[in-house]
């Protein structure tokens, strides 16, 4: 079965960094696009960024130059480097794979405060 392990969330001050990873098992890894999504409290689930299964990148405009998401497939993981973060980042990190239908993971903590 599909699953998602989301890590590598925690506290950061502004203009800080983080890597959060998504260790991904159940399916045939590099054949998906992968996404990651934030929810920040009290705000609807949104797509933060994506990588298709060739590669290719593509990323919010709130997020664009600041973050970078990348895949392993040697490791079945996709990373989201998060630099120059701002507070308004907070939120609740979900990784995402639609085969069929959505599968999502537990979700990773990031807080950004000074």
């Known amino acids: 079965q599909v699953q998602l392990v989301e890590s590598g969330g925690g506290l950061a001050q502004p203009g800080g960094s983080l890597r959060l990873s998504c260790a991904a098992s159940g399916f045939t890894f590099s054949n998906y696009g992968m996404t990651w999504y934030r929810q920040a409290p009290g705000k609807q689930r949104e797509l933060v960024a994506r990588?298709?299964?060739?590669?290719?990148?593509n990323y919010s405009n709130s997020v664009k130059g600041r973050f970078t998401i990348s895949r392993d497939n040697a490791k079945n993981t996709v990373y989201l480097q998060m630099n120059s973060l701002k507070l308004e980042d907070t939120a609740v990190y979900y990784c995402?794979?639609?085969?069929?239908?959505?599968?999502w993971g537990q979700g990773t903590q990031v807080t950004v405060s000074s």
């Open positions: 990588i298709e299964n060739t590669g290719t990148p």
């Open positions: 995402n794979l639609w085969q069929y239908r959505d599968y």
